[in-house]
């Protein structure tokens, strides 16, 4: 019963590093979910996905790309880590259903020096 | 845009009182879910109320969608330790066909027994 996995759970990056968050999920949900979550700010979304082989842009999209080249999997990337992008990252899912509830990953708690 | 406004941010309560949080919008909404996240945990989908003037109990908590479905209340009966976390409202925003949960900040519930 693993629901939405992702990879890893921690993680410290020098500035400039590059870096993949892997978020999994096997309940074959269409729609899957990049999210930030800072101090007060509650969650902002990054990037999102509707299907395989589609994304878009969310709230905060700048410095981070993805993809989806599996529906089971939905990929962040890094490009040159900066600090302002310490935070923890919640990947989510959801069936394909209007207005259904999301399911959250545990996070990844990423710090960048 | 459609925006979600929570509040309080934060909710200092002794164990045994009741406490209410607010979810506000300026334009009307087809649902409003409400989460949890734990300290240190992943936000966990609770309910989701639909219909005007809609009110659904789990247990102590009580759930309310306004008859003009731009607000909803989560009250809290008799508060236990088991209840400090992040309480926080979302809704699908109406103008976007892509599935996007608009979150409000969150309430920040702090419980001392």
């Known amino acids: 019963n693993a629901g939405v996995t992702q990879t890893p759970k921690f993680r410290v990056l020098k500035t400039g590093q590059s870096m993949t968050l892997l978020c999994a999920q096997d309940?074959?949900?269409?729609?899957m979910y990049w999210y930030r979550q800072d101090p007060g700010m509650g969650l902002r979304l990054i990037h999102y996905s509707v299907g395989e082989g589609t994304t878009a842009k969310g709230e905060v999209p700048d410095g981070y790309n993805v993809s989806r080249l599996k529906k089971q999997n939905f990929l962040l990337g890094l490009e040159s880590a900066a600090p302002s992008q310490t935070s923890v990252y919640f990947c989510a899912s959801r069936s394909g259903y209007s207005n259904q509830p999301q399911h959250f990953g545990d996070g990844t708690r990423l710090s960048i020096l | 845009g459609q925006q979600v406004m929570q509040i309080p941010q934060y909710q200092h309560v002794q164990e045994g009182e009741d406490f209410t949080t607010y979810c506000n919008s300026s334009t009307t909404l087809s649902n409003i879910q409400w989460y949890k996240q734990r300290p240190g945990g992943h936000p966990v989908f609770l309910i989701q109320?639909?219909?005007?003037?809609e009110v659904k109990k789990q247990k102590r908590l009580t759930f309310q969608f306004g008859e003009a479905k731009k607000n909803s209340s989560l009250h809290i009966t008799a508060t236990q330790t088991t209840d400090v976390g992040t309480y926080f409202c979302?809704?699908?925003?109406?103008?976007?066909?892509?599935?996007?949960?608009?979150f409000g900040a969150g309430t920040q519930v702090v419980v001392t027994p």
């Open positions: 979302a809704a699908y925003m109406t103008t976007d066909s892509w599935g996007k949960l608009q």
């Open positions: 309940m074959n949900h269409e729609y």
């Open positions: 109320l639909v219909k005007s003037g």
